[in-house]
Structures are given as C-alpha cells and as structure tokens.
C-alpha cells in the first residue's frame, strides 16, 4: 500500500491550482493508485475505466482543505429563528415553508427533525452544521450542459421534508442524531473554500435544501459575491412565499 503522505505529495505535484497537466492516463493512473490505497476494497477499477473527473475528485477530497471546519463552541450558534410560521388559536405554533404544514407545542421537532417549535416560534436547528462536504464534478447533479467539466463543492445537512422509499442518502436525510452535523462551516467558510479549491459551483445536496433554506440562501449570497454559482438539489416541495425567496 502507498503511504498517504507520499501519495499526497505525488498527487499536489501532478496536479497544480485545480488544473490538470501532462497525459489524462498518467493522472488516471496517479489517482486510480490513490483512491485504491486509500480505500482498499472500494472497487477502484470503475474509476480507472471512467472519467479522468470522476476519479480526481475522489482522491481530491482526501487532500485538499476542504473546509475549515470549526469545533461546537460554548454557545450554539446554529439554532436561529426562522421567518415562516405562525400561531395557531390551539396554542401550537405552525411552519409554512412547506405543504407538510407541521403544527408543534414547543419542544416538538417537524417532519424534516430540523425546524421545530421553541419559545413559542419555529426555529431553525441545524444553520452552519452540515453532514459533510464533497468535492464532485458538476455532471454527478441532475443539470442539463451547466458548467460542463467543473468541479462543484456538494454539502448538506440532516432533515429532509420528503419520505421517499428509495433515498440513497437516508442515513443522514433521516437522521434524528444531531451528532451527524459534525461538521461547522460557516456561508463564508463554504464560498471561500469553494473559491480556494478552484469550485466553481457550490451544491446544496444530500438532504432537501427546503429545509435549512435560510443557510442555503446566506450561502448562496456569500457564494455569489466571490463569483461563485449556486445548486440547489431539491423536489421543490415548498409554499409560495418562501419559494419566492428561495429562488430569487
């Protein structure tokens, strides 16, 4: 097996600012090499008969700073208010940001698990914690000829509005651990590491974005101010209003 850091040094050698040089096979070859040390039994030779892309973007993720994530501190900074809801005559507080229109007493926690009723408002739970980050190339996203041989930086976090049998992801759609929000980032973390790892594309993914929409949109406002473009995976299961806002 290849030590990592001598693969890491050989993989930064071949490959400087995100762009690739030299022969596509050698850099197939180089990362195939590392992929296959790193994650051993991992069926490595699917990337050897496939995209030059494919493969560096799953070695990529092992070696780049991607992103600056920050320990939980003393106050917990991702639980926020959240703009659609409202009082019902039963004394529940209800959410509108999406059909399901969940009615809760404070303490109770909505379908997605990350809004929920406190101090007689919906709050949202899980701002800034995401379930991990990925570097990809954009045509893993279910877009048509947009940003064509890019990279785009996926995160997401737990919670999801929808139910489906079939979600790939339903370890951390379906989450009810908040430990699986290991990880901090701030929007600004995102959009800067994004632009640090020559991304030019940050994807809400994973999970529904309609359900941290208020850390996807400061996300994407962030992103857009260094040039960076938005993706939102979603079904679009939402209300009017916060629809509206979402995709401004």
């Not at 007493?105 to 406190?118: I, P, S, Y």
């Not at 991990?132 to 041989?149: A, M, R, S, T, Y």
Request: glycine fraction near 8%; proline fraction near 4%; charge should be positive.
């Amino acid at each position: 097996m290849v030590r990592r850091p001598a693969v890491a040094a050989q993989l930064l050698d071949d490959v400087g600012d995100g762009r690739w040089r030299g022969s596509k096979a050698r850099h197939r070859a180089v990362i195939c090499e590392v992929f296959a040390a790193l994650n051993p039994g991992s069926g490595a030779t699917t990337y050897r008969r496939g995209d030059t892309a494919l493969a560096a973007a799953a070695a990529h993720n092992y070696f780049m700073d991607v992103p600056q994530i920050r320990a939980p501190g003393s106050t917990d900074d991702s639980v926020i208010d959240t703009r659609y809801w409202h009082r019902l005559e039963s004394g529940r507080v209800q959410c509108d940001v999406c059909p399901r229109a969940c009615k809760m007493h404070d303490g109770q926690r909505g379908l997605c698990f990350v809004r929920g009723a406190e101090d007689g408002r919906i709050k949202l739970f899980s701002y800034g914690r995401s379930s991990g980050f990925c570097v990809d190339p954009i045509e893993k996203k279910p877009l048509n000829h947009f940003l064509p041989g890019t990279s785009v930086l996926s995160f997401g976090t737990a919670g999801c509005n929808l139910a489906c049998a079939f979600c790939q992801n339903w370890d951390m759609s379906k989450s009810r651990e908040m430990d699986t929000l290991a990880d901090r980032a701030r929007p600004e973390d995102l959009a800067r590491s994004a632009r640090r790892l020559g991304c030019s594309s940050v994807a809400f993914t994973y999970n529904d974005p309609v359900v941290f929409m208020e850390y996807a949109i400061d996300t994407a406002q962030a992103c857009r101010e260094l040039g960076v473009r938005s993706v939102a995976v979603t079904a679009g299961y939402m209300c009017a209003e916060p629809r509206a806002e979402f995709y401004r």
